[in-house]
Structure formats: structure tokens, C-alpha cells
């Protein structure tokens, strides 16, 4: 099922609309922090923008599974993608929080307690969108790695701009 589109990998395609979101919502999740009152307005496109993402990496990481029955295995990519289900959940639940809390309080209906919960949760949020962040950035990084670190590491730059003397960007 999430093999091939049209005789293309699913995986490349799946990856960037996941490369895109998950840090959209990462830095959606530390504006609502940032700014509390954005959380009424905007809370939820970030929940939604963060619930599309978290959606997705699971297609992600199918796609990679039927990727590397074509290909090989990638190495610690995989295992890396496999993990980062878990560190977005963590940002969309947290991105939820955050809107319903300051929602709920906006509309005069506060949760009985001290407002302690709010800055509570905004303290995990922030801990769960850097931690996001890290993964997404090794996820990533490993897999440029496993698709291009031999072509890149084993080519020499071609002449043009910036490529040395005569390249037309170096100064003299």
C-alpha cells in the first residue's frame, strides 16, 4: 500500500510533507508558549497542522519499510524513524493542551486549581517541541546520509561558481 505511486517510491514523497509539518507544528507548539494569547486563535492550526504530522509518520515509516525491501537497508535511519512517532505525539497532546487550557480560561470557564497547570504544561511543551526538533534534525541527517554520503564523499566539485581558482566567487 505505501509502496509505489505511479512508479515512484511513496517514501521521498511521504518524508517531505512530514519534513515540513513536524517542524511547522514544533514551531507553532513554542509560539503558543511564547505567546498565550495566540493559543485561543491559533492553537487550533497548530493542533491540526501538528495532528497532520503526527499522522503521517507512521506513512513514513511504512514507506520507508517497502523502500528498503527495493533498495537495502538504510542503516540507523530506520531506526531513528521509527522513533520519532514518539516524540510527536508528545508536541500534538501538548499543542491540545495548551489551546483547551487557555480556550477554556478565555471563556470564563477555567479548570478548578491553580494556574500552575498552565505553566506546567507549557514548560513540557517547550521540553517535547526541542526534543521533536532534535529528532527530526537526526531522522533527516541520517537519511541524506544513507541516500547521498557516497555519491557526495565520492565526487569532485565540478568547475563553476565557487569551485576554486577560476570559479568566478573566490577573491583574490
Given at each position: ?92 497532546v501538548l499543542a491540545a493542551a495548551l489551546t483547551f487550557l487557555e480556550r477554556r480560561a478565555a471563556a470564563g470557564k477555567p479548570l478548578p486549581g491553580p494556574d500552575a497547570l ?55
Amino acid at each position: 500500500m505505501f509502496d509505489l505511486i505511479d512508479g515512484l517510491p511513496v517514501h521521498p514523497l511521504v518524508v517531505h510533507a512530514v519534513v515540513v509539518l513536524l517542524p511547522l507544528a514544533i514551531l507553532g507548539t513554542l509560539a503558543l508558549v511564547v505567546r498565550p494569547a495566540w493559543r485561543v486563535t491559533n492553537g487550533p492550526l497548530v493542533t491540526a497542522v501538528a495532528l497532520v504530522a503526527t499522522v503521517l509518520v507512521p506513512v513514513a515509516t511504512s514507506s520507508g519499510e517497502a523502500l528498503e525491501k527495493r533498495v537495502g537497508d538504510p542503516g540507523i535511519h530506520a531506526e531513528l524513524g521509527d522513533q520519532l512517532l514518539w516524540f510527536a505525539i508528545p508536541v500534538l497532546v501538548l499543542a491540545a493542551a495548551l489551546t483547551f487550557l487557555e480556550r477554556r480560561a478565555a471563556a470564563g470557564k477555567p479548570l478548578p486549581g491553580p494556574d500552575a497547570l498552565r505553566t506546567g504544561v507549557a514548560v513540557l511543551a517547550v521540553v517535547a517541541a526541542l526534543a521533536c526538533a532534535v529528532q527530526v534534525y537526526r531522522v533527516g541527517d541520517s537519511g541524506a546520509r544513507a541516500v547521498w554520503g557516497d555519491q557526495v564523499a565520492s565526487s569532485t566539485p565540478s568547475s563553476g561558481v565557487g569551485s576554486g581558482p577560476g570559479g568566478g566567487s573566490q577573491a583574490g
